[in-house]
């Protein structure tokens, strides 16, 4: 069965510095993996995504991710955290029907 | 613009009610999608369509119903509401690949 772990509910991060939001999948074949943004009271917001090919993804807002196959996993990166960064980020993995979503990770930005 | 859009954005509405979330894309995408998210809890598949007079129920097992009569409009009726109603609601649509989603509907049943 798929699944999608998020193994950090909330991470604080001073403006300026780097980022690294960890996702962890399970599924039997290469997974085509996501990674959202929710901003409070908003719907999602699509940072990047991962079919096939080179494993560092660039997305939007200066977002990076790294799939690694050996390691199951789909960290989001990013290297300079500004205050507007602060928000849920879900990452998610494809299924025969639908998105299979993380409990998400808060993003908490301090000055 | 295409975008995917929802009506209303929050509802505050008491038991036993009968309510409709609107849903409408303008992308022309034949798959659309219902999710229901808890405040800080992922989302999850309630139903799904992948085109005119087809819907399917998703993951979570819910109380609400789908009809799927336009392409673009995929809306979501709770006949008689309840407390454990309470969520948030997003609909999304697709194409091949990712899934673009509306801003959501915060629904609160006293």
């Known amino acids: 069965a798929q699944s999608v772990t998020q193994p950090d509910i909330h991470i604080t991060v001073s403006e300026g510095a780097s980022l690294e939001l960890r996702c962890n999948y399970s599924y039997g074949a290469t997974p085509y993996l996501f990674w959202y943004v929710q901003s409070p009271g908003q719907g999602l917001q699509l940072l990047l995504k991962?079919?096939?090919?080179?494993?560092l993804v660039q997305g939007i807002k200066g977002f990076e991710a790294e799939f690694k196959r050996s390691q199951s996993s789909f960290n989001l990166r990013k290297p300079s955290v500004h205050w507007s960064d602060a928000a849920e980020y879900f990452c998610a993995l494809t299924g025969a029907n639908n998105l299979f979503f993380g409990t998400g990770t808060r993003l908490t930005v301090i000055p | 613009e295409a975008d995917i859009y929802q009506t209303p954005r929050y509802l505050v509405i008491g038991t036993g009610k009968k309510i409709t979330l609107e849903c409408s894309q303008t992308?022309?995408?034949?798959?659309m999608y219902w999710y229901q998210q808890d405040p800080g809890m992922e989302l999850h598949l309630i139903h799904y369509s992948y085109g005119v007079n087809s819907t399917e129920k998703g993951d979570l097992s819910s109380e609400s119903t789908v009809s799927r009569i336009r392409t673009e409009h995929f809306p979501l009726t709770l006949e008689s509401a309840r407390p454990s109603h309470t969520s948030q609601y997003l609909c999304?649509?697709?194409?091949?690949?990712?899934?673009?989603f509306g801003p959501g509907t915060r629904l609160t049943v006293t």
């Open positions: 991962y079919f096939s090919g080179d494993t």
């Open positions: 992308m022309g995408h034949d798959k």
């Open positions: 999304a649509s697709s194409d091949l690949d990712s899934q673009r």
